[in-house]
């Protein structure tokens, strides 16, 4: 069993910053990518920035340069710097990784998701 476990929402003014986590705990092999997605109300769920278990980064073009991924291998967390934020980036924020659970079997994983509001 595998889980997801998400943190850092919440409200903030336009123009402020916000840190999510997502941490993955249990029967875990090796986490291969690693990312971040939102969804906003009436809209289709999209990828906001993913990290490959080598450190290569890739971002939607809305937050290129307000937006940065990391991860730390050793605790299996991945997080998620927004800077600058945006009544646009309001949404809820899902952590998503790809997860051995053995040498052979791989699955995809999600957490529960946790709302991001910025304010006007």
């Known amino acids: 069993q595998v889980q997801l476990v998400e943190s850092g929402g919440g409200l903030v003014q336009a123009g402020g910053s916000l840190r999510l986590s997502c941490a993955a705990s249990g029967n875990i092999f090796r986490i291969n990518d690693m990312g971040w997605y939102r969804q906003a109300p009436g809209k289709e769920r999209e990828l906001v920035a993913a990290?490959?278990?080598?450190?290569?980064?890739d971002y939607a073009d809305s937050v290129k340069d307000r937006f940065t991924i990391s991860r730390d291998n050793a605790k299996n967390t991945v997080y998620l710097q927004m800077n600058s934020l945006k009544p646009e980036d309001t949404a809820v924020y899902y952590c998503n990784a790809r997860i051995l659970t053995s040498r052979i079997l791989t699955s995809n994983y999600w957490g529960q998701g946790t709302q991001v509001t910025v304010s006007s």
């Open positions: 990290i490959t278990s080598g450190g290569g980064t």
